[in-house]
């Protein structure tokens, strides 16, 4: 019995050490409410952040704050107080500035190492790509300026091949090879060289197989440059005073996106020359997204971008890409006079004949009866490629009339396009599928008959129709009955035929 009790007197003196604890944490921790703080506290909504700046007063800096003599003795009384030095304390400013201490970043050490000069310059804020580089040429003293991503490695020769080629003619813009570093594992892979740049219908850079033509002006010496319709952007050299001339970047362009093309456009157009230079080869890491933000997102800023890409260098094919994407209409594209400008002032052709001559074998058809959707009278739905790939069929889906997967051309060659891919049906009752265009009719070959309504599939005399109860996302292919169902409208747009 005697033992309870004991107990019980430990656990009642437990319990009021915890409840007066708890008493004096609550107390203290609210000191928000403390007056001696309200007095101290700053303006609400005033938030300090750290300052590097150095402004006037005492312990600015992070410097030691030195107590006149005549008041050495008050300041030993005052320490007592916290046991720190509270006279000091109090003179200094509340959001005093200090030095940055950090240690110094280890690519400047690493850099001072090397044996060629090499210089780190850093843009204060996120300024894009564009106006990196034009702060990087501005500083560079060489004559000939080079472009790589930060995501590159190089490897022997790289750069001998490229300088050779502006030697021989400074208006020669030149990349190398782009090899591919694994975003996975890292492993290096050679680039082909039977590969060049083009862009496809939404104006995206893509990489598509070096044509016939240019293999016979080599005379097939795979060795010799490649002339390139456009870069891919990150890797390339150019004369110094000659990307002066023909005008550095549009620095009206924001963050990425465009710049790529824009300059490609430029050089072709303006009398210049763009050439993959395959004895040079540079690795890169390629990545499936993009890692960064974009401010107002990343549609309002490649929109922008190829807003002033289209405005100012494709004339008439502009409403062509207005019509694959009519979002870019809808953006505000800021001033292009200058650029007009600079494109007046260097005579540079028309896109037609960058169309003609550098790309002949763009993805832009050049003769069509329509471009839009293609629309089932029926059901009202419309073609769609689904963002599907080549090899695999054509969707059907409900009308959106925002262009993109639903822009189909119904070209002069009697093909239905989508980009690079052409509807094609190579067996009775489907499927209908997209196929690389080869322009050779065939199983691409449609007639269109605009007062039946009717897309006949030429090779199988079997009409287009809507999807079937099996699969709702695909058009089906059939004996032509003249049922609303084989019925499509194509979209005439108000511009029937650019030529
Ligand atoms: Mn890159």
């Given at each position: 019995m005697r033992k309870f009790a004991y107990c019980k007197v430990v656990l009642a003196t437990s319990l009021i050490w915890v409840l007066l604890d708890m008493f004096l944490l609550l107390y203290f921790s609210e000191c928000n409410k403390c007056d001696e703080k309200k007095e101290r506290g700053l303006p609400a909504g005033d938030v300090l952040e750290p300052v590097q700046k150095p402004h006037e007063g005492p312990g600015e800096m992070g410097k030691p704050v030195v107590i006149p003599k005549e008041d050495q003795e008050k300041m030993k009384e005052m320490f007592k107080i916290n046991q720190f030095n509270l006279m000091a304390s109090e003179m200094i400013a509340l959001n005093r500035s200090l030095p940055?201490?950090?240690?110094?970043?280890p690519l400047e050490s690493y850099v001072k190492k090397l044996k060629v000069p090499v210089h780190v310059i850093r843009m204060?804020?996120?300024?894009?790509l564009i106006r990196a580089r034009l702060k990087g040429a501005a500083v560079s003293k060489g004559q000939v300026i080079t472009f790589l991503d930060a995501h590159c490695e190089c490897t022997v020769g790289w750069l001998e091949p490229l300088l050779a080629r502006i030697k021989h003619d400074r208006k020669t813009v030149v990349c190398p090879i782009i090899d591919v570093i694994s975003d996975d594992t890292f492993e290096y892979m050679a680039g082909s060289d039977m590969t060049y740049g083009g862009f496809n219908w939404k104006l995206n850079f893509r990489w598509y197989p070096v044509p016939q033509r240019e293999m016979d002006r080599r005379k097939g010496d795979r060795t010799l440059p490649v002339r390139t319709p456009t870069m891919a952007g990150g890797l390339f050299s150019i004369d110094r005073d000659y990307f002066q001339e023909i005008g550095t970047y549009d620095a009206g362009m924001d963050i990425w996106g465009g710049e790529n093309l824009e300059i490609s456009f430029r050089i072709w157009q303006c009398g210049g020359t763009l050439e993959i230079v395959t004895c040079s080869h540079v690795g890169h890491v390629f990545r499936?997204?993009?890692p960064y933000t974009f401010p107002g997102g990343t549609g309002q800023i490649i929109n922008k971008n190829n807003r002033r890409l289209a405005e100012v260098w494709m004339d008439e094919f502009k409403n062509f890409f207005y019509i694959i994407s009519p979002g870019v209409t809808k953006v505000d594209y800021g001033d292009i006079s200058s650029r007009l400008g600079l494109r007046h002032k260097l005579q540079c052709r028309p896109f037609s004949w960058y169309l003609e001559n550098?790309?002949?074998?763009?993805?832009?058809?050049?003769?069509?009866f329509s471009l839009g959707e293609i629309r089932n009278v029926e059901t009202n739905q419309c073609l769609d490629n689904m963002a599907r790939k080549e090899n695999e069929k054509v969707g059907i889906f409900n009308c959106h009339g925002m262009g993109g997967n639903q822009v189909f051309s119904y070209t002069a060659n009697k093909e239905i396009r989508t980009d690079d891919l052409c509807l094609d049906?190579?067996?009775?009752?489907?499927?209908v599928t997209m196929l690389k265009c080869h322009h050779l009719k065939g199983n691409q070959l449609w007639e269109y008959d605009p007062v039946k309504l009717t897309l006949q599939h030429v090779n199988s005399n079997q009409c287009l129709d809507k999807a079937t109860d099996e699969d709702s996302q695909v058009p089906s292919i059939r004996d032509c009955s003249g049922s609303r169902s084989q019925q499509w409208l194509l979209r005439n747009v108000t511009l029937p035929e650019i030529f």
């Open positions: 940055d201490v950090r240690l110094e970043g204060e804020q996120r300024s894009g499936k997204a993009t550098i790309y002949p074998d763009s993805q832009i058809p050049r003769h069509y049906v190579s067996k009775l009752n489907g499927p």
